[in-house]
């Protein structure tokens, strides 16, 4: 080897031009599984309508009665349901037909996407109807205020009554 060449190399090594190890480097993957979330949440587990003594032919008008919050993070729909007429609590025999129950709704925040039932519909007995639409909520949920309407004749045996509805909430396929 020349000495120019051999000096060069030692006072490199000297003054710390050693050569380095190479990089190394590795992946990490994160893995997770969003799973479809939904959820439902009623403002009150019953509404009671207040007629008064005197028979009024218009039909008796109940704003606000329940607010509905709903959480999604699929597309959903709302729908409700009754599977049975308004029913005497003092005459099994007695019933008034759930169709003179109609409700509405409308959305309390603008929320894209949704859609809701705005004009009066009865509820028909024994099928699932449509309240409202949406796809994935803001986190908060989507507020669902249903305004109901009933109408009662002087042909309706006096009484009181009763008639459950069910709301469900389901993805949308």
Same mark, same amino acid.
């Given at each position: 080897?020349?000495? #120019?060449? %051999?000096?060069?190399?030692?006072?490199?090594?000297?003054?710390?031009? @050693?050569?380095? +190890?190479?990089?190394?480097?590795?992946?990490? /993957?994160?893995?997770?599984? !969003?799973?479809?979330?939904?959820?439902?949440? =009623?403002?009150? !587990? *019953?509404?009671?309508?207040?007629?008064?003594?005197?028979?009024?032919? #218009?039909?008796?008008?109940? +704003?606000?009665?329940?607010? =509905?919050?709903?959480?999604?993070?699929? &597309?959903?729909?709302?729908?409700?349901?009754?599977?049975?007429?308004?029913?005497?609590?003092?005459?099994?025999?007695?019933?008034?037909?759930?169709?003179?129950?109609?409700?509405?709704?409308?959305?309390?925040? *603008?929320?894209?996407?949704? @859609?809701?039932?705005?004009?009066?519909? &009865?509820?028909?007995?024994?099928?699932?109807?449509?309240?409202?639409?949406?796809?994935?909520?803001?986190? &908060?949920?989507? *507020? =669902?205020?249903?305004?109901?309407?009933?109408?009662?004749?002087?042909?309706?045996?006096?009484?009181?009554?009763? %008639?459950?509805? /069910?709301?469900?909430?389901?993805?949308?396929?």
């Amino acid at each position: 080897m020349n000495f #120019a060449r %051999m000096a060069a190399v030692l006072a490199a090594l000297v003054l710390g031009a @050693s050569s380095s +190890p190479a990089q190394v480097s590795r992946t990490l /993957t994160f893995d997770f599984s !969003n799973p479809a979330v939904m959820s439902l949440d =009623i403002s009150r !587990n *019953a509404v009671s309508f207040t007629l008064p003594p005197n028979f009024i032919p #218009a039909p008796r008008e109940m +704003p606000e009665a329940v607010s =509905i919050v709903v959480r999604s993070n699929v &597309p959903w729909v709302l729908t409700a349901a009754v599977s049975s007429d308004f029913q005497s609590l003092e005459d099994a025999s007695r019933a008034i037909p759930s169709e003179r129950m109609e409700y509405r709704c409308r959305i309390r925040a *603008a929320a894209a996407g949704v @859609s809701c039932q705005e004009r009066f519909q &009865p509820l028909v007995k024994n099928e699932a109807l449509d309240v409202a639409r949406g796809g994935a909520t803001p986190d &908060p949920g989507v *507020a =669902i205020v249903t305004d109901y309407r009933l109408r009662i004749t002087l042909q309706d045996p006096a009484g009181s009554y009763t %008639m459950p509805v /069910t709301y469900t909430l389901s993805p949308v396929q």
